[in-house]
């Protein structure tokens, strides 16, 4: 027995194909009202340790098993969508004060030890490292549909154009994208080594991070 973190409560709900109505904490317990809207979705064997594998849109629309290390609770990929309509993004592209992040995933976060992992993808010819990020259904969805298209013609990498022109909204974060995109359809080897070293300037020298 062991005691389940409020993330991983309602990713259990939203994995089974509740939607949750209500949530309070009273005299220091956790109280929800929830109601069946879907099919389950979850995980026939979902994973405990540090290590996790998360299925994210590649090239052409494969989905890829890209690697990290494990900075949420259990079950918190099935929040996205949940969290979202309560948070909205914020600067950079991140939720504000996301209880799904555990003290431990924030310190790795930090200094991107979570996306270390992910070499493995790149050793693996499904990553590479200069790219978009890897994007799981909810925030490719949230994208435009061109480019949701450009995206798909190439790799996604290890280092994004994210830390190159440091955007803070969605739509600026789109349109770094999206000059990469373009960039790297007419000159994929030149760009890519571009983008590598002023990603490595900004982030050595201007503190660079995605919060």
């Known amino acids: 027995n062991r005691v389940m973190s409020r993330a991983e409560t309602l990713g259990r709900l939203y994995s089974c194909g509740f939607e949750l109505i209500d949530e309070k ?61 309560k948070s909205q993004l914020q600067e950079g592209g991140k939720f504000k004060d996301d209880f799904r992040v555990t003290s431990s995933g924030k310190l790795m976060r930090k200094f991107w030890i979570d996306e270390l992992p992910m070499i493995l993808n790149v050793l693996k010819g499904e990553m590479k490292i200069v790219g978009v990020r890897p994007l799981s259904e909810h925030y490719f969805n949230l994208y435009t549909d061109e480019l949701k298209e450009q995206r798909l013609k190439s790799k996604p990498g290890l280092i994004p154009p994210f830390y190159v022109d440091m955007p803070i909204t969605l739509e600026e974060i789109m349109a770094s994208e999206m000059r990469y995109l373009k960039a790297h359809e007419k000159h994929p080897l030149l760009t890519d080594i571009n983008y590598f070293f002023k990603a490595f300037y900004n982030i050595l020298f201007k503190k660079a991070r995605s919060k």
């Open 25 to 85: 904490f009273i005299d220091q317990q956790f109280y929800f009202a929830a109601r069946k809207i879907d099919i389950p979705v979850f995980d026939a064997s979902p994973t405990y340790g540090p290590l996790i594998k998360l299925k994210r849109y590649g090239k052409n629309g494969e989905i890829l098993g890209v690697y990290k290390m494990r900075t949420m609770h259990p079950f918190s990929e099935y929040l996205q969508a949940y969290v979202y309509e």
